[in-house]
């Protein structure tokens, strides 16, 4: 799956230590905490938004740069399959767990690392689901694995790479503006007031 293919203890030195780096992200941006995690879903608190959309926008770029430079093969990077139906469902049953639960399973993960039991009995229960889907899967196959096929934003859109990843990046911008409007919004914190002297005045919280 790695375009470079290293030697196998190599890759999965990679992927341990990348792995633990992942974890350690997560806990420093506060995704350890179901209550930070939750505000994401009252629009009180964007980060999850803000800092996921880095990270998509990050490898995006570091990709395109690397692929325009010729060090990477995109044709030798695995992509997940696009099942379209399958993944909507999957996705609100996803979203309706989070919400509920206030973790993923990535966050629940490092939030039971730090000794969370709510983290805990969420682990336990997304490891329920999986079980009850495996022991279902063979009366679903046929939806589970419908319409899969290699498709990305580039041939879907018929752009370039490099213009797909400016739109992409043009629309983080936007949507990371949008986000801090709506966090003040929904805290009764109004922005910020610009001074005579051109200086802005920092904002105050409303009475």
Known sequence: MMPLKPEVWVAYTFAVLSGFAFGFVLERAGFGSSRKLAAQFYLRDMTVLKVM?????????????????GFVDMEKIYVNPTFLGPQVVGGLIFGAGFAIGGYCPGTSIVAAATGKLDAVAF???????????????????GFATSGGQR??????????????????????LGMFAGAEWIERKMRGVPAPV???????????PAE
């Open 53 to 69: 959309f880095t990270a998509i926008v990050t490898a995006m770029l570091g990709l395109v740069v690397l692929r325009s430079l």
């Open 151 to 172: 498709e990305l934003l580039m041939d879907w859109l018929h752009l370039s790479y490099g213009t797909v990843a400016i739109l992409v990046t043009l629309l983080a």
């Open 194 to 204: 610009a001074k005579p002297d051109g200086e802005s005045a920092a904002p105050t």
């Open 123 to 141: 682990l336990g229960g997304a490891m329920t689901g999986i079980l009850a889907f495996a022991g279902v899967y063979g009366k679903l196959a």
